[in-house]
């Protein structure tokens, strides 16, 4: 039984034939106009972005034959075509990523940088900048601070541009400084805080691109907070 289509929308179908320049993301060759988009979970209906993947005509027909019941052979399975398909996509929109860098300090750095002067913020006032290394391109930032005391969570309320609900928008060479509040008590005992930084860069075509998490510690309340490449849990 022939099941029913729902076009593809045709921002959605731009993205994804960018992201990847028009080449397959599962055998990896140029299509040009000989490319279709392939519906993942096989529901023409589920025009989900994450269910999608273009792919030639040859492959086009392999995706197809996708069956885990059939007894023999190794088939295709979801996990393996996404991330295929993800390979492909970074391969075509690596060259749109810049170099951001990401600073955590007790101090004011915009004064910092302006004066050369370290100038404390309130107690538990935490210091952010956020700054682009390149002078070609703009960049979109999500960020999302999880601050931690002794290894355990801490309750924050942070504003939406730190929760990674809202996007930064990144101007080639130039540095956005902000702050947020932590509960941060100079007495504790151990004295021992993290924020560990979680962060996508949102590239000019769009797409979205996982980085590598970190963190910044204090654990002496005289000193500042230092830079820490690991994270206690990788989400």
């Known amino acids: 039984m022939k099941k029913n289509r729902t076009p593809v929308r045709e921002e959605d179908r731009a993205k994804i034939l960018l992201w990847c320049a028009r080449h397959c993301c599962f055998c990896g060759k140029a ?3 000989n490319i279709v988009v ?14 999608l993947i273009p792919v030639c005509f040859d492959c086009h027909g392999e995706l197809e034959r996708y069956n885990l019941e059939h007894p023999l052979g190794t088939k295709y399975r979801h996990l393996e075509i996404k991330t295929r398909r993800e390979q492909i996509y970074e391969l075509y929109t690596r060259d749109y990523l810049r170099p951001v860098e990401i600073k955590i300090s007790r101090y004011n750095l915009l004064a910092l940088e302006q004066t050369g002067q370290r100038n404390e913020r309130p107690w538990g ?11 070609d391109i703009s960049l979109r930032l999500e ?3 999880k601050p931690y005391h002794n290894g355990k969570p801490m309750k924050a309320h942070l504003a939406d541009l730190y929760a ?10 130039f540095t956005v400084h902000g702050h947020f509040e932590l509960p941060i008590s100079r007495r504790s005992r151990p004295f021992h805080y993290r924020v560990e930084i979680f962060w996508t860069i949102v590239d000019v075509l769009g797409r979205a691109h996982d980085m590598l998490p970190f963190s910044y510690v204090w654990t002496d309340p005289k000193g500042d907070w230092w830079y820490d490449p690991r994270v206690l849990y990788d989400y």
């Open 143 to 145: 960020l999302q601070i």
């Open 125 to 135: 006032d935490i210091s952010c900048s956020v700054r682009t290394l390149s002078r």
């Open 38 to 51: 392939h519906h993942i979970d096989g529901n023409p209906q589920n025009n989900a972005i994450d269910n």
């Open 164 to 173: 990674g609900l809202a996007k930064w928008n990144l101007i080639p060479n």
């Open 31 to 33: 299509c040009t106009t």
